[in-house]
Structure formats: structure tokens, C-alpha cells
């Protein structure tokens, strides 16, 4: 599984731009020009994982930019080059801050220009205005002069940063193409570069033709000169572009562009002794040759690859170029294999080659040294299709791996399935709907049985129907992976084999670390190579039912390894594979112990890469990034996990058969001690990470992937943004491909349990994007491993319980916060770091966790059990206690929780907000009768406070205030409470609230009347108010009211002019009591109620105030006023109550009648009295006028009534 891919890399659907420059091309079908390939990084760090792949197909230039780090806009697009066709050589370069695309075709060259990326922008491609960015000049395209049609083609910047096209033409020559510097004017120039005169090349090409191969066996003169291959290089001694060409006279030419000749020439017959005596090269045969100029070990190098009759060999020479002299120095050379050429590049260090056989990929690399002319052995990365591997599985796995695996394109797919469904159309893309279509046609056919929506019922039939479809698919995905190039992202340290379909990266490009042991293939170690080759053999395909079997055993791998050693053992007579392995293993046992040793050294995931500790620090990835991260991940955890298998099987076996064994005793106890633990240990992890990749997908996808590569797949999900930031290892950690191999370590170092970090990081990034039910089966699974310790499996607990909060499962997550607590209780000290808090903070956190999610009762619950099982309290638990009793309503309780704060600001606050909590739910009475204790005065003062800092007109305070001091019979301070409101209305001029006012005067009033009695007074703004004027007071607010005419901002200011306007409004009975309580004249009252007529209330008025003479002279005055006739019952009870002040009034407005009934009425009361003394003036005024009138009847009533008086007193005895 050397190879591993991530599809969205390459896209079919990038926006075409049309470049035209010439109206016809009349040898279009005689060209035949293989697809290339190639790559461009950027020089500026920080973009350092930031690439350019180009295909060049026919007439279609496809480029792709991609980053690791960052999501990219409009990151494809295809120049479409019209009647041309696309010669090998097209090159990318970055120059003046511009990206340049360089690119020859068979009759014209172009020149694209595109912006550079700069630090402002990073998150957009250059691709993402092309249309802007692409300028049609003169300058930037040349239509060239050729022969003939040229098939090859290379190009490159020169020191002035000009673009230097080389052509080969048929005649050997070299057409020089050179555009000015990109953003200059200047006209393109061709020259014409030869090795040798026109008519020489001429009868040289003629002689070749008649005398055919064998003709040239003599110098190279003898034969073609026509070039085979071309190249190009920069020297850094002479600041020239320097060009390389094959031709078929086997002369390997360097070409100056400067000088614009030819500056060396080698014969490359001297490279043919390598092969057999008069072999010569097929030049026909494009795969058994190939000329590559690369840099290795940052020196330029011409590489040349020849192949003749199955023997292969590269050549590898350096050239050594000054301004008087050039040569080629062969450095190297070593052999190749029989296998079809695709491709090979220079990996820094290693020499790598991709080779094609039977559709197969297959990758080799080996290390070369050019200083000390030195190359290692080929290492093989193993067949490039093994990550589709048809393995052993079920029809629920075969489904997850033909519609989920992010390998398989939609069209290699669809053309699987119309094999066996025939053609119907769907959506392009949609593998939901080709899933739909293969069950449909299955259950139409009898061999699916549907259980329910998306399940199904397994079976041997359906199984091998799956297989046979699933079968299918790979053979076209292999079609369609045809390989074009091989590619080396320097600044991502990545390998890359380019195809028609994806970018296939390599997974070993990284320094070998985990299950990536090849060692084992290497000589010092070949009897562990051959016994793990034959493991593999023995065990055959049960992998999938061994890592399943260690999850649903719940036992150690050792134990069912050893299992799987006695069925072994029992069918050994079946085959001779048990015999093989018996003698291979006991060969050599100290090599196979070391090897045991390195293995187990290698997949120790307690260490770093590189062996040492190393810092942690940010590494962002993009969407592209995850996803070939996680296709990294995937292609590797089967390795790791078979390899911890096969190891464990080794050492069974061993054991087995430790009566023949020579192994020291003390080998023996490292074997028991270290090398098994340590191996069951890690494929126990690995059994936990391929059981979370099954379940973290779900019903989407049911495939055996890494745990890990499906997480970082989610964000490659449409619609999902953002980078995602990974700590990891400092070590060349801007580097994308020593960073995927850290990360592997980092990530498993999550599920070793006894390096502490009990897959707590995933669950963070689980609980992050709520994946609850996902937590909740890794932390089931991972407790189960035997040696997590007991802090590590009560954390996870811990963040379980998280996960059933989130999820809205309160009862659940409080009984596993409970179980957690206990489990970490006596270790608390080393996960308070990780949780933030120490022990004594553990519920009140905890209970602020599912306050927030809205579960006071848990919350509540939480609290009590800190007191039930700390035995401790503090300010902070008891207020977060009375704020979960308040959002609960239940505040007697609150208030119980409140009292019992000692620290005085928590106090305060935790009243405010009970205050408040009652306040906004219009629930004050609550607080009115409950008793606060030691906190009595805190809380009246807190109500002070908050009532005064409001308008007055929010009575809600004041009412709590008056309502609890009244319960309390702190009558004195209530009705303080309440003057003060009712003045504070008074003083406030936007207040339109005198009915308020008079309320809150009145309650004062009551509240004062219930003090005792020599306490019934206030202070207030240093005056002393008594009872009775508080009522006066509250008396006049209400008069006020009264009289106010819906003005509510009017102000009693003058109880007088109040009174006049009750007497205005007819309030009497108001007018009354106002009367009383500020001492003003009743008259006016009775004046009013005499001209109302109302008679009865008049009665009433002189009955209640003791028949007062003024309230009969006032009232029979305003009459008499108006002229309106006195009613005879008033003259009656007037004369009666003070006859002498009757008489006057009556005499005065002319009365006469009436005053001398009131006159008659005074002298028979003095007559019966004996009173001799008598009004005699007001009497001789009546007599005067009653004479002047002439009114004689009355004037002898008068007469007679004094007669008879003075008859009465003169007849008494003296």
C-alpha cells in the first residue's frame, strides 16, 4: 500500500480558455504526441505547501493548483490551444512576481502571465481572474518556422528572465525561439542552432537511409542526426541556458543558447558496453529511452535512461560547463528493471522510477550520493494498486467500499454497474442514486432480501454478486488510472504520480517511521523477511475477523493469536507452509530477535519521527489537505496493524516451539517482558481505530477506513470551511510530507494508554463537531483497553458525560459526571491541568454546564452532592445554588442558599440577582415574607439601593421593601419607605402619577398609624412629620387628583386654592375633610351645598359641625346673594340657633318678614330667659325700617312681641 490518493486533486470541470493563433493545422493526424506532466512550487515560504500539476493532453493544457494549508477559489483551468497540439517540455516558473506558463505547441509558442500570490491574498489561486490575467500580446506568443512538424520541444528562463523556446526540427537542427521579458516590448526572434553544415547533415541523412542501422557502426557521423529527445539546463557558471539533445547517431549534444551553438558532443556508444556486443537501441520505441535534465543534491544532472532487449540501465552525468570549456562527466550508473518506463524524477536523495506492468503501477527508489559517486539497492514501494485491496469482507463492507471510497471515481462506478444493471441514466456525481439502482436491480432478481430503509438482509449470494461488481470496478478505476508523469513537490517533500484521473501520492516519501519497516527486505535481515512472507501465507485472509474478534472478545491479541497458532498448527498436514516456516524460523534466531527489536523500536508511537521529544506547534490544513491526509492515513493503518499481527504470530509460534530453540534465556525475557506487550498493546489501538472508522462514518459509509482519515474527510464535505489547526511535531513541519507522517504519530500517540493521552484529543475534536454519539462509543471501546489507567478512563468518562449533556440526555450525563468524579477523585492533580479546575471546583463547573444547557435539576443536584460528598462549602458554590433555585422559581430556597454566603459581594450579588430574577417574573410578593436572617439588613439595604436607583416610578421596589419591613412590623421604616417614593413623585417633573403619589401617602400613613403611639412621627429632610400631617398631606394629593382634569404632572401646592377648585368640581364631601385637615372655613362649603339645593346634605353639613351659626349665615347669604328664596326649615333653624345674627342678615338684603320672625323668635327666648338685656340697636333698626316701609303687620308683630317682652319681665317679682 505504497501509494494513496485523494481524487479531488484533478477536475473535469475547470473553465476553458480558448487561445487561437493559427487558422488551420494540415498534419493534425499524423502527430503522435505523448500526454506530459509536470509540476511548479513556489520559492516564497509561506507558500510553502502551495503546488501547480499540469497535464498536457493533445490541445488541452489542464492546470491545477492545490494547497495543503489553505483553501483555494478557482483553482482550475484548461488553455485550449486551437489547431495546435501540445509538445512535450511545457514549463512553469515564477519571475518578477508573476507566475509565467511557458508552453510550445507544434506550431506556435505562448507565453501566459499570472499574478503571484501575495500575503494579502493567499486564500486565492492564480487562476482566479484568468481572464483578466492573461494577456494576448504580441510580445508573449511567437508563430516559429519549422521544416517540418516538430514533436519535441523544452523551455526555460534565461538570466534576463527571457523565455527561450528549443524546437527540434527533422533535420537535427534546433530552432532557438526567444520572447523578450514578460512585460516588455520587444518583438520575438528565432535562430537556427546546427551541429554542422546543411549539405553534411544532408548526405549524412541520405547515406543513413541506404545503409540503415548496421551502416553506423563506425563514428557517430555516420549516422541521422535528427533529434530523439531534447532537454534543457541552467549553468550557474556561465548564466546560460543550456540545451540537451539525443539523436539517433547516438550523440548526446550540449547546445549554448548564448553562443547559439553546439558546445559538446558525447558518444553515447560508450554507455552500450554495458549491454550485450552489437545491441543497439530501438529509437522507435519511445518507453525504451528517455533524456531528463534534474537537479539532485542542488546540482544540475543529465539523466539518461536506454533500454535494449530487456536490459535497462540509467546514466546519470554531470556536466561541467565553464565560458572555454564543456563536458559531460559520467557520475553513475546503475541497472534498471524489464518493466515499462512511465516516468522518473529525484526525490532530494533518492532516485525514483515509476514503471508500468499489466495496468500495475509500480514504484522503485533508491538513494544516490553524488560526491561519492556512490547509489544504493533498489527498494521496491510495493504495487501501486494495492490500497483497493479485495480482502475478505462482508456485503455491508463490499457496499461501503464501492459508493464510500473516496479512491473510486463516479464514472469508473457507473460503468462497473451497468455490467450488471444495464443503462439508466442518473445525475452525474449522485452515488446515492447508483446505489438506489444496484439494490433495485438486485431485488428485482431475488438476491437481495431489504430488511428496511437502507439495510438489507446478508448473504452468500448478495455477497458474491458485491464482489463481483466490486471486482469490476477496480479493473476500470485501473484503467482509468493510466499514469502520465512522476512529479516531486519539493516545498511539500511529496511524491506524485500524475494520471489522467488524480494525483497518487507516495506514501514512503516521508523519513520510514511505524508499520513503513523495509529493513525487513534488506539482507541482514532476510530470515524475518522470508517468516513474515510466510505468515502471511499461513494466516491467509482472516484479518478482518482477527481485529474484529479482539473488539468483540474483549480480550488480548496474544490470547487470540495463540488461537490462531493452534489452528494453524492443526491443518499444518494440509500443506507444507507450516514446515517451511518451522526451519526458516529457526535459522537464524538472533537476526530474527534483532529484527523483532527494530520492528518494535519503529512502531513505538511513544517517540517522535526522529527518535526525540520534539515541541509542539501549529499546522494548518486545508480541506485538499485532510483529505490526502486521511487517504495517508488509510493506506497506512492496515500495514501497521497486519505487521503488529504477523509480529505477534512470529513470536507465538516461537514459543511453540522453544524446546528447539537455541535463543539465550535472556532474549527470552525481552520477548515476554517488552516485545509482546508492547506489539498487543499497539494492535489493540489499531483494533480501536479501525472499529472507530466504521462508526464515526455511520450509515454514509461502512468501509474499514482509519478512524482518523474519516474525521479529517469531514472537512472535505461540501459547504464545510475552514483550515483545521493540528498540534504536532516541530520537526519540518512546514513540510506537508514529514508533517503526515508526525501527525500519524501524534494521532496514535492519542490511543496508547499508558503515554497519557487516552484518545483524549479526538474526543475534543468530536465533542467540537458534535459527533456525541461518536464520544460515547470511542470511550466505551477505548475503557476497555486493560492498561488505561484509572485517571485516564474516569476523564473519559468525563467528557462521555459532556457528550450526553450536548446531546440533551441530562440524567445520563449527571450519573456519568458522578462516576467520573469518584474515579478521579483520589488523582485529581493530574487531569487538573487538562480540565482547567481543581477538585473543589469539580460540581460547581460542572453544574455551570448543564445551567447552560438549560438542566437546572441536575445542576441543582450536582451542587448538594458537593456538599454530600466534599463536605465543604463555598461562597461560589451557595451562589451558584440560589441563582439555580431562582431560574427554577423556587425562592424560599434561594433565599435559604443566600443567607448562608459569608463573603459580602457574593452576598450582594447573589441578592441582586434574586431581586431581579422575582422582579422581571412579576413575582415580588415572593420575598415580602421570608425571612433573611444574619443577611436581614444586606438585603433591605440592596432594596434601598435598587429602588432609589430606578424612577420612582417603578414602584415594584419599594412595594418588596414596604411589603417585607411591614411583615417584619418595622412599621416606622415602611412608611419612611413609602414618603420617600411619594416624594420623590412629587420631585420628579416628568412623573405623571399623583394617584400613585397619594397611594404610596396613604400607605405611609397606615404604616405609621400601626407604630406605637409616641413613634408616630418621620424624619424626613431633617423636618419632623407627624400622623396627622402625613394624612393632611396624603389628603391633599388625592383632593388633587380629584381636580386635575387628566393633567396628572399638576402639583398640590396651595390646599386653599385645592379647596376652591373641590368646591368648583362639587367634590364636598372632599372639600369637607380638607376643610378639616388644614383648619380652612366650612362656610364655603355650606354656601356651595345651599346653591346646589341640596337641603339633606346641608342638614347633615350643620348637623355634623353642631349647627354653627357661620354655616347658616353663609349658606342663607349666598342665597340671599343670588336672590334665591330661603327655604323656611333654614330660617327656622337659623332664628333657632342665633336669632339676633338671623335678623341682621335678613335685614339687611330687605328681609323683612323673615327678620321679624327672627326678631319674635329672640324676644320670646329672652322673655322665657328673664334676659333683660336686648339687641336694642339691630331691633331699632328693624322697627325704623319696618316703619319707613309702611309694613304695619309686621310693624305690630314687632310691636306686640316687645309688648309682651316687656309684660314678662315687669310681671316678675322684683
Not at 1005 to 1016: D, G, M, V, Y
Amino acid at each position: 500500500m505504497s501509494l494513496f490518493s485523494s481524487i479531488e486533486a484533478i477536475r473535469s470541470d475547470a473553465p476553458v480558455v480558448e487561445i487561437s493563433k493559427i487558422s488551420t493545422l494540415n498534419t493534425i493526424s499524423e502527430i503522435k504526441v505523448n500526454p506530459s506532466s509536470g509540476c511548479f512550487v513556489y520559492d516564497d515560504p509561506a507558500l510553502g505547501n502551495r503546488f501547480i500539476i499540469w497535464r498536457a493532453i493533445g490541445a488541452d493544457l489542464y492546470l491545477e493548483e492545490r494547497s495543503f494549508g489553505v483553501n483555494l477559489k478557482s483553482a482550475s483551468v484548461c488553455f485550449r490551444f486551437k489547431n495546435e497540439i501540445i509538445l512535450p517540455g511545457t514549463l512553469i516558473v515564477e519571475a518578477d512576481s508573476k507566475v509565467l506558463v511557458l508552453v510550445a505547441t507544434t506550431s506556435c509558442v505562448h507565453r501566459v502571465g499570472l499574478t503571484a500570490p501575495d500575503e494579502f491574498d493567499f486564500g486565492c489561486s492564480v487562476f482566479a481572474s484568468i481572464g483578466e490575467q492573461f494577456v494576448n500580446h504580441p510580445s508573449n506568443w511567437y508563430v516559429y518556422n519549422a521544416m517540418g512538424t516538430p514533436h519535441l520541444a523544452t523551455c526555460m528562463l534565461n538570466a534576463e528572465k527571457e523565455a527561450l523556446f528549443g524546437i527540434a526540427d527533422v533535420d537535427g537542427s534546433i530552432l532557438l525561439v526567444t520572447l523578450c521579458r514578460y512585460g516588455a516590448d520587444g518583438p520575438p526572434t528565432q535562430d537556427v542552432l546546427r551541429h554542422s553544415s546543411r549539405l553534411r547533415r544532408i548526405l549524412v541523412g541520405l547515406f543513413h537511409g541506404v545503409g540503415g542501422s548496421n551502416a553506423a557502426d563506425g563514428d557517430g557521423q555516420f549516422g541521422s542526426s535528427s533529434v530523439v529527445d531534447l532537454s534543457a539546463f541552467y549553468s550557474n557558471e556561465t548564466s546560460d541556458v543550456v540545451l540537451c539533445s539525443l539523436s539517433y547517431d547516438c550523440q548526446l549534444r550540449l547546445w549554448s543558447c548564448g553562443r547559439k551553438s553546439v558546445i559538446h558532443s558525447f558518444d553515447m556508444r560508450q554507455c552500450f558496453r554495458q549491454f550485450s556486443v552489437g545491441d543497439e537501441p530501438d529509437w522507435q520505441c519511445v518507453c525504451k529511452w528517455r533524456l531528463k535534465c534534474t537537479e539532485i543534491e542542488r546540482t544540475w544532472v543529465v539523466v539518461f535512461y536506454l533500454s535494449i532487449k530487456g536490459v535497462d540501465r540509467f546514466f546519470v552525468f554531470v556536466p561541467s560547463i565553464t565560458t572555454h570549456q564543456a563536458r559531460l562527466v559520467r557520475c553513475i550508473d546503475f541497472p534498471g528493471f524489464d518493466l515499462e518506463v512511465v516516468d522518473f524524477c529525484v526525490n532530494d536523495f533518492r532516485f525514483v522510477a515509476l514503471y508500468l506492468q499489466k495496468q500495475r503501477l509500480v514504484l522503485k527508489w533508491k538513494e544516490v550520493c553524488l560526491q561519492e559517486y556512490e547509489h544504493g539497492p533498489w527498494v521496491d514501494c510495493e504495487d501501486g494498486d494495492v490500497y483497493l485491496s479485495t480482502g475478505a469482507v462482508s456485503a455491508s463492507q463490499l457496499m461501503g467500499k464501492i459508493f464510500h471510497n473516496p479512491l473510486l471515481a463516479y464514472r469508473s462506478v457507473e460503468r462497473a454497474l451497468k455490467i450488471s444493471c444495464g443503462d439508466a441514466y442518473t445525475p452525474p456525481g449522485d452515488f446515492a442514486s447508483l446505489r438506489s439502482k444496484l439494490f433495485d436491480y438486485l431485488e428485482d432478481n431475488g438476491v437481495a432480501v431489504r430488511l428496511g430503509a437502507g439495510k438489507w438482509k446478508e448473504s452468500p449470494t448478495l455477497e458474491s454478486t458485491l464482489r463481483t461488481v466490486w471486482t469490476s470496478c477496480v479493473q476500470y478505476h485501473n484503467a482509468a488510472m493510466k499514469p502520465i508523469g512522476l512529479v516531486y513537490l519539493r516545498n511539500c517533500r511529496m511524491l506524485a504520480v500524475v494520471t489522467n484521473d488524480r494525483l497518487l501520492f507516495q506514501r514512503d516519501t516521508a523519513p520510514l517511521v511505524l508499520g513503513f519497516v523495509p529493513q525487513f527486505k534488506y539482507d541482514d535481515h532476510r530470515p524475518a523477511a522470508d517468516c513474515f512472507s510466510l505468515i502471511g501465507r499461513l494466516v491467509g485472509a482472516g484479518d478482518e475477523q482477527f481485529f474484529a474478534a479482539v473488539e468483540a472478545a474483549k480480550t488480548t491479541p496474544w490470547q487470540l493469536v495463540n488461537d490462531e497458532l493452534s489452528r494453524v498448527v492443526q491443518d499444518a498436514g494440509a500443506n507444507g507452509l507450516w514446515q517451511n516456516f518451522h526451519r526458516t524460523m529457526l535459522m537464524d534466531e538472533v537476526a530474527l530477535f534483532e529484527a523483532l527489536q527494530v520492528l518494535a523500536g519503529h512502531l513505538d508511537p511513544t517517540v517522535s519521527p526522529n527518535g526525540t521529544p520534539s515541541k509542539l506547534t501549529s499546522f494548518e490544513l486545508s480541506s485538499y489537505g485532510a483529505s490526502v491526509t486521511a487517504a495517508y492515513f488509510a493506506s497506512s493503518v492496515g500495514d501497521g496493524a497486519l505487521l503488529c499481527r504477523q509480529a505477534l504470530f512470529l513470536m507465538a509460534s516461537w514459543c511453540y516451539f522453544r524446546p528447539e530453540s537455541k535463543l539465550p534465556s535472556s532474549n527470552w525475557t525481552t520477548i515476554h517482558s517488552e516485545l509482546v506487550p508492547k506489539l498487543s498493546l499497539l494492535c489493540q489501538c489499531y483494533v480501536l481505530l479501525k472499529q472507530i472508522a466504521s462508526m464515526t462514518v455511520g450509515e454514509r459509509c461502512r468501509s474499514d477506513w482509519l478512524m482518523v482519515a474519516d474525521f479529517l474527510r469531514k472537512f472535505t464535505v461540501p459547504g464545510r470551511a475552514g483550515n483545521l489547526k493540528i498540534k504536532t511535531g516541530d520537526v519540518d513541519f512546514h513540510h506537508f510530507g514529514k508533517f503526515v507522517v508526525d501527525l500519524y504519530v501524534h494521532l496514535l500517540k492519542m490511543f496508547w494508554p499508558c503515554g497519557g493521552g487516552g484518545c483524549l484529543q479526538l474526543v475534543d475534536y468530536l465533542l467540537e463537531n458534535r459527533m456525541y454519539a461518536d464520544v460515547r462509543r470511542l470511550v466505551e471501546s477505548a475503557n476497555r483497553m486493560p492498561t488505561s489507567t484509572a485517571a485516564v478512563k474516569a476523564l473519559r468518562i468525563y467528557y462521555e458525560a459532556v457528550a450526553c449533556l450536548r446531546a440533551k440526555e441530562p440524567q445520563q450525563a449527571y450519573e456519568k459526571f458522578l462516576t467520573a468524579f469518584i474515579g478521579l477523585a483520589d488523582n485529581f492533580h493530574s487531569v487538573q491541568g487538562r480540565l482547567g479546575f481543581d477538585k473543589e471546583s469539580f460540581f460547581t463547573n460542572t453544574a455551570a454546564l448543564f445551567d447552560k444547557a438549560g438542566f437546572g435539576e441536575q445542576a441543582i443536584q450536582l451542587c448538594l452532592d458537593h456538599l454530600r460528598l466534599l463536605e465543604t462549602d463555598s461562597p461560589a458554590l451557595w451562589h451558584m445554588l440560589c441563582r439555580l433555585y431562582c431560574a427554577s422559581d423556587r425562592y424560599a430556597e434561594a433565599v435559604e442558599a443566600a443567607v448562608k454566603i459569608q463573603h459580602q459581594p457574593t452576598l450582594e450579588d447573589s441578592l441582586t440577582n434574586l431581586v431581579r430574577r422575582v422582579v422581571d417574573r412579576g413575582l415580588g410578593s415572593e420575598l415580602c415574607n421570608c425571612n433573611f436572617g444574619p443577611a436581614e439588613q444586606t438585603f433591605v439595604g440592596l432594596l434601598e439601593k435598587m429602588a432609589r436607583a430606578n424612577k420612582p416610578t417603578d414602584d415594584t421596589y419599594y412595594d418588596i421593601l414596604f411589603g417585607h419591613l411591614t411583615f417584619k412590623m418595622k412599621y416606622r421604616t415602611a412608611a419612611h419607605c413609602m414618603y420617600e417614593k411619594a416624594k420623590r413623585l412629587e420631585a420628579d417633573p416628568a412623573a405623571t402619577t399623583l394617584d400613585a403619589q397619594a397611594a404610596a401617602l396613604y400607605l405611609a400613613a397606615t404604616a405609621l398609624n400601626f407604630a406605637r403611639p409616641q413613634f408616630r412621627y418621620l424624619y424626613f429632610d431633617k423636618q419632623s412629620i407627624t400622623l396627622r400631617q402625613l394624612r393632611a398631606e396624603a389628603l391633599l394629593v388625592e383632593c388633587a387628583l380629584q381636580v386635575a382634569n387628566d393633567n396628572l404632572h399638576c402639583r398640590p401646592t396651595n390646599p386653599d386654592r385645592t379647596f376652591d377648585q373641590l368646591l368648583q368640581k362639587g367634590q364636598l364631601d372632599l372639600a369637607e375633610k380638607l376643610c378639616k385637615a388644614y383648619e380652612l372655613p366650612m362656610e364655603k362649603v355650606a354656601s356651595v351645598v345651599a346653591l346646589n339645593g341640596a337641603w339633606d346634605r346641608l342638614k347633615q353639613l350643620v348637623d355634623r359641625h353642631d349647627h354653627k351659626p357661620e354655616l347658616y349665615n353663609a349658606a342663607c347669604k349666598s342665597l340671599l346673594n343670588r336672590k334665591r328664596p330661603v327655604p323656611a326649615w333654614l330660617v327656622d333653624q337659623y332664628k333657632e340657633t342665633e336669632p339676633v345674627g338671623a335678623m341682621v342678615l335678613f335685614l339687611e338684603y330687605g328681609e323683612l318678614e323673615a327678620a321679624v320672625q327672627c326678631a319674635s323668635k329672640l324676644l320670646r327666648d329672652r322673655a322665657q330667659e328673664l334676659q333683660p338685656i336686648l339687641p336694642i340697636l339691630e331691633l331699632d333698626n328693624l322697627y325704623v325700617i319696618l316703619e319707613r316701609t309702611g309694613n304695619l303687620n309686621l310693624l305690630e308683630t314687632l310691636i306686640g312681641e316687645l309688648e309682651r317682652y316687656s309684660d314678662t319681665l315687669l310681671s316678675q317679682p322684683q
